[in-house]
Every structure is written in C-alpha cells, then in structure tokens.
Nanobody
Framework: HVQLVESGGGSVQAGGSLRLSCTAS????????VAWFRQAPGKEREGIAS???????IYADHVQGRFTISTDNTKTTLYLQMDNLKPEDTGMYYC??????????????????WGQGTQVTVS
C-alpha cells in the first residue's frame, strides 16, 4: 500500500499558476504509474494527467499545454505544474498511483492508491 499526501492547493486568479505536490511513502514503493485527477463541483472525478515508468505523459485535452506532470529524481514526490489557470480548473485535485504495464498507464487506468485531495480555486 502506498500512502499519498497532496499539498500546494489554494486560491489564484485566472491566468495565474500553481504547483501541486504529492509525496509518496514508503520510499521504494513499487507503483510505476502515477496520475492527477480533478473533481469539479457537481461533477465526477476525471483523470487529467498521467506519468508512466518510461516517462510517457498523457494529458486530458483541456489541460494539454497548460499543465505539466513530473516527479523528482527519487520518484517520491509527484508534481503538477498548472499554468494559465482558468475558472473551470477549480476543483479538488487528487494524486493517484498504481502498478501496471507502461502501455496501460493513462488517466483512464485503474488506480489503487489515492491521496486525500487538495483544493484549487481559480477566480
């Protein structure tokens, strides 16, 4: 079991930037596919970005070019850099992790470990 803890959410004006972080433990966990999800008010949770063990990234169309998913060198911290934020980006953001073949790693994969979420509000 991998424990995930998000941070970095907050309030920002449209056009601004935020960077979310997600710390994974224990060190050396075997998850090889990580992702960020968003749940907007009144909507279902949706996958917006994923990162596989071979560093392949996949983004939802509406964040492509504005959001960047990455990890640190030790792969214990997952990031989501969000630029040019829009009011429709408002929601609770969750990080997720699982172990799967790199070909199956995407925002639509089934994730077995989840963080508690961090709120992002864009006005």
């Amino acid at each position: 079991h991998v424990q995930l803890v998000e941070s970095g959410g907050g309030s920002v004006q449209a056009g601004g930037s935020l960077r979310l972080s997600c710390t994974a433990s224990p060190y050396g966990h075997d998850s090889n596919c990580v992702a960020w999800f968003r749940q907007a008010p009144g909507k279902e949770r949706e996958g917006i970005a994923s990162l596989s063990e071979i560093s392949q990234t996949i983004y939802a169309d509406h964040v492509q070019g504005r959001f960047t998913i990455s990890t640190d060198n030790t792969k214990t911290t997952l990031y989501l850099q969000m630029d040019n934020l829009k009011p429709e980006d408002t929601g609770m953001y969750y990080c997720a992790a699982t172990k799967t073949r790199w070909l199956e790693c995407s925002p639509k994969a089934t994730y077995t470990n989840w963080g508690q979420g961090t709120q992002v509000t864009v006005s």
